[in-house]
């Protein structure tokens, strides 16, 4: 069944003393106004965020007296723009998805110096001028996924690593990650970087330029994330893999890859990056005005699940993906959402307090 | 002044100038002649510095020259007005005027009050009433042009060339122009003048050369030559008569079209008009008269705030160039590169480009009977080109206008309005022109010449509706067409 | 014949209907947001809005130089992008070489303007499809000099972003606001600044007239690229960091103020005082937005419609026929 | 593609036996060398490049841009500019997951994504011809409203399945030739048909090489100009159903790019941007350049940023060798 333990992160982490932040300092009475800064919409994974996070607060009227959110359009300056404009009206606290990790670091660390506790979420800034961060880690992502390519090809092979966008940092990070993994196993080569853009439809060009290119010698993808993986796999297809040679890859969060790693006999290893993180971050914000201690990164759990069989060495998973997977659902619906069976992002609405 | 030696210059596919040699003195008023095309902007050009010579030298001022471009012979003291305008349409009248020679304060900024002032004093000397501050493009053509005459005279000139200075100006401000320029000429300026209208050749000039296919023919001093003389140089061949005499001159037909109180915002106002099957009407008036908007406005090219076009008896309703067409009247436009043709298109597609329904409706376009057809019209009205795909805008002025002609005589069966046809193009073409304006009349086509010049119109027609700063003045029979009558009526003080 | 309009002093004039446009929503989103929220139409709030509009005003301020000479300049975004990195890359958190740093970049930004200009100059291609190639090449300059953030600045780097005057008044957009006046006065009082005009209003007749066309658009080019810098300057001050994606969305967003604002794309009308405006409008539009609970999808909408609105009431009659 | 020479193409006709000959008619075919020398160069520096599975990779990515670049081309000859395209096109893909993902939809789904590419092309020719909005604003504005229409109808992420059909259409082949293949040979021919064989185009030519002209000759150029409009949209649209089909998982990202690189394209292959001049064979030529350039780049294991450089020049040296021509 699906591991409902406490976050693994948290459990592993060797060090000795864990932070954790008091925020007797914040503690006010409500009814609170907060204000959420999103960097932007725009595939599904952010939706959903937001959307959980606006059930949160509908699910605490009685504590939240407003929610107010904006949207940046993945625009660094609006962001900044966005937060002044929450302050301006004066929120009692503040929960920020960055767009970027460093320049929004000094608008944030602006916030937090005026008194106004920050709550990140899915994606922090490069200082700790913060109170806590809900996050799962696209570090251990990475790391997961390259261990488990270099477990599969028993550390002999070559692997196409398919990206986010150049410069954004949730595929900068993962893919760091993954490299230290990789460097580690000489006999592992990177053929070539890649770019999806986060989307289906480049990463499956880039995927069949990449097969046209090195055919056969591919011996796995490390895709940042399932957005554009079954873009990769159709390329597969499309140039004549047949069922059960199509090369290992890696995913996460998106119905599609896994339907297709089930019907095509793809070896796939998925890590959750649950968007119901979303959610969690107004359960820490209520916490914070209350002044409860927050530890000072609040991990949230990912489930891992593989294709059968497919388990390796280091990596167990929490459930087969055959369990994940929703068989008759749209292909890019998120399987980690935690919205619930009738959740329909499109006709999604929620009476959250505006 | 200025010795051109072995001028050449070449475009892709053209000779405009081939090995042309040319002397103007200081205090001489030089004019250039030729047909159109035969390369008198070119030289111009190549003396202004805008275009390099591909062989030969210009001497200025006693001094071998290389201009580095329009500017550096600027300085040097060369100015020109070109054929067409240049100026700033959002710039004021003031500022046109020293554009490129700014009013500058001692901290070197621009002193808009010096400027203004310099040029209300230099327009007033003009005696020309135009507010400095008002923008070019507010302006009549007219008063375009003297903004222009007048911008060339502010600096020390040595050399002003004038290319085409009244194709759009006419009567007292023809005058004006004339005045300065003899006044120029005492003061030893050399001055290059450049027209298609004879008697303004013989009125100002001192000598002429004359310019044929890119060559010069001659120069001759004005008294050695006669006006037959000059255009036998110009065209080659003797033109015994330039207006040709009407043969099958017929008593006019009905009133095929009618044009009833015109209004159009300001320009016009209150205008009436009749035009008879097989009859030219010559349409008079100094420029700025609101001819041309009668005309546009008569073939609903722009909206009649009120009045009526008649057409057989019948008030016309929904008037559009479409509907026009339909009803068989043309309009060869004043502004032919502007307005009239398709530049980029060839001949064959702006000779069809009013009837396209001709060629087929919806899909299908028939390419093969419009290149028939327009090898028909090239043959008939004698249109040098390479063939019906030649592009209309290597053709020469002349040739232009004639496709144009050839457009429109295709839709007009009742009624062809020609604004301002001839203007611009050489002896030998006009003629031309006058020919095919005949040949419709003799088919019963009722042709509207609308002119500036008094013996284009006293020669051509049959009748003249004179207008006046947007009223008809009146009307001369036949009997009673003469060039005082006309100057007469256009200059006819209005009642009220 | 000549109609006497009445006439606004000098530096207003061009585009007066876009003014008074620009005017009209500004007053009417102000009483908008005022009605819904008490506390919009505060002190603390206006200076707030003013602070935002540094950045578009700088870049807006360049890209009206070049509207104005009837061209567009579509590689400021990766011009900044590009500038911003090597703004924080190159002075790593040194203090010391702020200054030196700061000064090359500005110096980069002109030449890589210059270049623009004298690619348009040498091979007569429109600007739009030049400085769109420019633009690229830029772009891919910028990622390979690093795929993400790079370097960081000193601390006090960010007071020309995050800095006020006495009085809470930001630093940032009054030197913005003093280079648009100033700018305005060199158009309106200078030769150069006149010619601008003129070569947008008719190139043709500016060669002709012997005016120094292709020189002054190598100048306005390099201009739009100083101030394409200068925003990439400001943008490392609000964010500490350059990054190679960081000037994307100017390159569409620096045209709407100037257009808005009453300059015209054919050239030769306008002015900067109307992109101050325009910049203000979209700096206010915003917060507004923001007080007004809108949701985000929606503002999208309010914002081209905007757009339509203000341009298409001022829109000139086409010069035709008569 | 089309053999047929556009209208009024303002080359002199070279002098019997003269060297202009063959000048006139390099140039005239030179874009066509271009491409060769780039699918030569590409053959030669990347082995696979010329693979027979390269080859359909590159034809289906042709496709969309090829179609979208058709519209463009009928905008940019009446002197406009559709900046609008990339947000139709991904607004016809959300359209094509609106049903119920089966192919019973596709009528509806066809009929919706069409409807969507009309209306928008006639809001931008109406602002164009009745407000005279400059195309590129009046387009701009367009694509920032319809982007905010599409969030505020998916709340920012479309979802939904595509009707099979169109994942044949958009990324099945036949013994290797992409079935959207055909789909663009359709629109291409019916393109070019109507721009350089019917009484249309005609008008389209003369409107965008002289407006004045157009009027004074009794064609409707306002109607003309927005049909041009309506042209692209719809191309717009289909293009976006293409696409969509290509994955079969739709997002914002359908279409994203494709506003600049269409306009490129057609004027990498000869569509004067001051309108009345091109041809739709030319205008797919550029696209094919910029697809193989970017395959090639790719092929010969450059990092995205050479892909991105190569792009610029590219642009600005085909750019250049057009306005050189015309002088
Ligand atoms: N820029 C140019 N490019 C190509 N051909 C040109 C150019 N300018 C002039 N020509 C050609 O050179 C020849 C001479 O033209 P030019 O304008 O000098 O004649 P013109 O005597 O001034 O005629 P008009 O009386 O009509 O003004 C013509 O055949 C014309 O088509
Ligand atoms: N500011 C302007 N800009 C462009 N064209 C103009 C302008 N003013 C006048 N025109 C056009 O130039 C031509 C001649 O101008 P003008 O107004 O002096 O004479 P007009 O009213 O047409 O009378 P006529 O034909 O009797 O000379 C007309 O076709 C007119 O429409
Ligand atoms: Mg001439
Ligand atoms: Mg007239």
């Known amino acids: 069944g699906p ?152 550390g002999q092979g070559n692997v196409i690593m398919l990206a986010g966008q150049a410069g954004s940092s949730p595929s900068e990070i993962r893919s760091r990650a993954a490299m230290q993994v990789f460097q580690q ?45 079954p873009g990769s796999i159709e390329a597969f297809i499309e140039a004549g893999w047949k069922d059960g040679e199509i090369p290992p890859h890696t995913t996460s969060d998106v119905n599609g890859p896994l339907q297709m790693a089930l019907q095509h006999k793809v070896p796939m290893l998925e890590v959750g990056y649950p968007p119901a993180m979303g959610g969690t971050a107004v359960e820490v914000a209520l916490k914070v005005l209350e002044g409860a201690p927050v530890p000072c990164i609040y991990e949230i759990n990912s489930q891992i699940a593989t294709t059968d069989g497919d388990e390796t060495a280091s990596i167990r998973r929490d459930l087969p993906i055959s369990e994940v997977v929703v068989p008759e659902g749209p292909a890019d619906m998120l399987v980690t959402g935690g919205m619930g069976p009738d959740y329909n992002p499109t006709t999604f609405s929620v009476d959250y307090p505006r | 002044m200025l010795s051109l030696q ?62 580095k471009g329009p500017g550096d012979a600027k300085r040097h003291g060369v100015h020109v007005i070109y054929q067409e305008f240049v100026l700033f349409p959002h710039l004021s009248v ?82 004006v122009l004339f005045d300065r320029l003899r006044r120029l000429k005492q003061q030893g300026v050399a001055i290059v003048y450049i027209s298609h209208r004879l008697e303004e050749i013989f009125a100002l000039c001192d000598r002429v050369s004359v310019l044929k296919d ?110 026009a067409i339909d009803l068989g009247i043309g309009l060869v436009t004043e502004d032919r590169k502007g307005q009239g043709l398709a530049m980029l298109l060839d001949v064959a597609a702006n000779v069809s480009a009013s009837t396209l329904n001709e060629f087929g409706r919806g899909w ?77 009349a003799d088919r019963g086509v009722a042709v509207l010449m609308i002119s500036s010049e008094l013996p284009e119109i006293v020669g051509m027609s049959e009748r003249v509706v004179v207008m006046r700063e947007g009223v008809v003045t009146g009307e001369l029979s036949k009997s009673e067409i003469s060039e005082e009558a006309v100057v007469e009526l256009a200059t006819r003080r209005l009642a009220g | 014949m000549q109609t006497r309009t009445l006439r606004l002093p000098r530096f207003l004039a061009g585009g007066r209907a876009a003014l008074l446009v620009v005017v009209a929503l500004l007053i009417l989103l102000f009483v908008l947001g005022a009605s819904v929220s008490d506390r919009f139409a505060t002190t603390g709030n206006m200076l707030n809005v003013y602070e935002q509009s540094a950045g578009l005003a700088l870049v807006s301020l360049g890209q009206t130089l070049t509207i104005l000479t009837g061209g567009i300049d579509l590689s400021v975004g990766s011009v900044i992008s590009l500038l911003s990195m090597l703004t924080s890359g190159l002075i790593a958190g040194d203090e010391a070489m702020v200054i030196p740093v700061v000064a090359g970049v500005l110096v980069l930004g002109a030449l890589i303007g210059a270049a623009n200009g004298v690619t348009i100059v040498a091979t007569g291609v429109h600007p739009l499809i030049v400085t769109l190639g420019t633009g ?81 658009l190598v100048g306005v080019y390099a201009a739009s690229g100083f101030f394409a810098a200068l925003t990439a300057v400001y943008l490392v001050s609000r964010f500490n960091v350059g990054q190679p994606y960081t000037g994307a969305n100017y390159t569409l967003a620096s045209i709407t103020p100037v257009v808005v604002g009453g300059t015209m794309l054919a050239g030769g009308r306008g002015g900067v005082i109307g992109t101050l405006l325009g910049v203000y409008l979209v700096s206010l539009l915003n917060n507004t937005l923001n007080f007004l609970d809108i949701s985000s999808h929606y503002q999208l909408v309010v914002q081209g419609l905007v757009i339509i609105l203000a341009v298409s009431v001022y829109v000139e009659k086409q010069r035709g026929l008569a | ?160 399945n595509v009707p099979p059909i169109f994942r044949t259409i958009g990324a099945g082949t036949f013994n290797g030739i992409p079935y959207n293949v055909l789909f663009l040979l359709v629109v291409a021919a019916a393109g070019a048909a109507a721009l350089h064989l019917s009484g249309f185009g005609r008008r389209l030519y003369i409107t965008g090489g002289n407006p004045l002209t157009a009027h004074l000759v009794g064609i409707r150029a306002a109607r003309v100009t927005l049909a041009a409009y309506v042209v692209s949209g719809v191309l717009a649209a289909i293009a976006g159903l293409v696409l969509a089909g290509f994955v079969g998982v739709v997002d914002n990202f359908v279409g994203r790019g494709f506003e600049l690189d269409s306009i490129v394209a057609a004027v990498v292959g000869g569509v004067a941007l001051s309108g009345g001049k091109g041809t739709i064979a030319g205008a797919l030529t550029g696209a094919a350049i910029l697809v193989a350039i970017s395959n090639l780049v790719v092929m010969l294991g450059l990092p995205v940023q050479a892909q991105i450089i190569l792009k610029g020049i590219v642009i600005i040296v085909a750019a250049s060798f057009y306005v050189a021509r015309r002088r």
Not at chain 2, 41 to 53: E, M
Not at chain 2, 149 to 167: G, R, S, Y
Not at chain 2, 388 to 411: C, D, E, H, I
Not at chain 3, 144 to 151: I, R, S
Request: net charge positive; glycine share 10%; charged share 20%.
């Open chain 2, 364 to 440: 299908r376009f028939d390419r093969a009977r419009e290149k028939r057809v327009a090898e028909q019209e090239i043959a008939s009205y004698r249109i040098a080109c390479r063939g019906p795909s030649t592009p209309v805008s290597v053709m020469s002025g002349g040739n232009q206008q004639k496709v144009l002609v050839a457009r429109w005589a295709r839709t007009s069966t009742r009624l062809l309005i020609l604004d301002e046809p001839t203007r611009g193009v050489d002896v030998g073409a006009k003629t031309e022109i006058y020919r095919i304006m005949h040949e419709l």
């Open chain 2, 94 to 175: 003031a500022e046109n005027i020293f554009v490129g020679h700014e009013r500058r304060n001692r901290l070197g900024l621009i002193d808009h009050g010096r400027t203004r002032r310099d040029a209300k004093e230099l327009l007033a000397r003009f005696g020309i009433d135009i507010d400095p501050e008002a923008l070019v493009r507010d302006l009549s053509v007219a008063d375009q042009q003297m903004v222009e005459i007048a911008k060339a005279l502010v600096h020390d000139v040595k050399l002003l060339i004038l290319d085409e200075p009244t194709a759009v100006i006419s009567g007292r401000e023809v005058d």
């Open chain 2, 6 to 67: 072995g001028i050449s210059k070449g475009f892709p596919g053209v000779k405009a100038l081939t090995d042309v040699s040319l002397d103007v003195a200081a205090g001489e008023i030089h004019a250039l002649v030729g047909e159109n095309g035969a390369g008198k902007s070119t030289l111009t050009r190549v003396i202004a510095g805008v275009f390099q010579p591909d062989a030969g030298t210009v001497r200025f001022d006693g001094r071998e020259t290389v201009w």
């Open chain 3, 136 to 216: 690229a090449i830029v772009q891919g300059v910028a990622l390979l000099y690093g795929l993400g953030p790079v370097g960081s600045v000193p601390i006090s780097f960010d007071a020309f972003a995050y800095g006020t005057f006495p009085g809470g008044i930001s630093i940032g957009a009054t030197v913005a606001l003093a280079l648009f006046l100033l700018v305005s006065f060199f158009l309106n009082n200078t030769r150069t600044g006149r010619r601008i005009y003129a070569i947008g209003d008719d190139p043709h007749a500016a060669d002709l007239m012997g005016l120094p066309r292709r020189r002054i």
């Open chain 4, 1 to 160: 593609m089309t053999g047929t020479s556009p209208i009024g193409m303002a080359v002199p006709a070279p002098r019997p036996g003269s060297a202009d000959r063959i000048r006139a008619f390099a140039s005239r075919y030179a874009i066509l060398l271009f491409l060769a020398a780039v699918v030569v160069a590409g053959g030669l520096a990347a082995p696979g490049f010329l693979s027979g599975s390269n080859l359909t990779n590159m034809l289906m990515q042709f496709v969309p841009l090829g179609i979208v670049v058709i519209g463009q081309t009928f905008v940019i000859l009446v002197r406009g500019l559709d900046l609008s395209v990339a947000s139709v096109m991904a607004t016809a893909a959300v359209a094509a997951t609106a049903f119920g993902g089966v192919n019973a939809d596709a009528p509806a789904v066809f009929a919706t994504a069409i409807g969507i590419g009309a209306a928008v092309g006639l809001v931008n020719g109406l602002l164009v011809t009745k407000r005279n909005v400059s195309p590129f604003l009046a387009t701009l504005a367009t694509m920032i409203v319809l982007q905010g229409i599409r969030f505020a109808w998916t709340q920012g992420a479309p979802s939904g």
């Open chain 1, 3 to 154: 591991y409902e333990g406490a976050p693994r992160t948290f459990l592993f982490n060797p060090a000795q003393e864990i932070c954790f932040k008091d925020t007797a300092e914040y503690k006010k009475d409500g009814p609170y106004v907060i204000g959420f800064s999103n960097a932007g919409l725009g595939d599904s994974w952010r939706v959903v965020m937001q959307h959980s996070l606006m059930k949160a607060a509908a699910d605490h009227k009685d504590k939240i007296g407003q929610l107010i959110v904006t949207d940046a359009g993945h625009d660094d300056a609006k962001q900044v723009a966005d937060i002044q404009d929450l302050m301006s009206r004066q929120v009692d606290l503040l929960i920020v998805s960055a767009n970027t990790e460093q320049a929004l670091d000094p608008a944030i660390t602006r916030a937090t110096e005026r008194g106004i506790p920050v709550v990140m979420v899915d994606r922090r800034i490069a200082s700790d001028n913060f109170v806590t961060f809900v996050t799962a880690s696209d570090t251990m992502m990475g790391r997961l996924f390259a261990q488990w390519i270099v477990e599969k090809l028993d």
């Open chain 1, 185 to 229: 196993h000489p006999g592992i080569k990177i053929l070539d970087t890649v770019y999806s853009d986060w989307s289906p439809v480049k990463g499956k060009q880039v995927m069949q330029a990449a097969i046209a290119k090195y055919g056969r010698d591919i011996n796995a993808v490390w895709s940042a994330h399932g957005l554009q993986t």
């Open chain 2, 214 to 323: 890119g060559n010069h023919v001659a120069t001759r001093t004005i008294d050695e030559v006669t006006r037959d003389q000059l255009i036998a140089l110009m065209v080659g061949r003797n033109l015994a008569e330039l207006f040709p005499v009407r043969r099958s001159a017929k008593a006019p037909g009905p009133v095929v079209v009618a044009a009833r109180n015109v209004e159009v915002s300001g320009r016009v106002r209150g205008a009436s008009i009749e035009l008879r099957a097989g009859e030219i009407t010559g349409l008079a008036g100094m420029v700025g008269a609101g001819r041309s908007e009668l005309a546009l406005a008569m073939f609903g090219a722009i909206p009649m705030r009120s009045g009526s076009l008649v057409v057989d008896g019948r008030e016309v309703s929904g008037l559009s160039p479409r509907r």
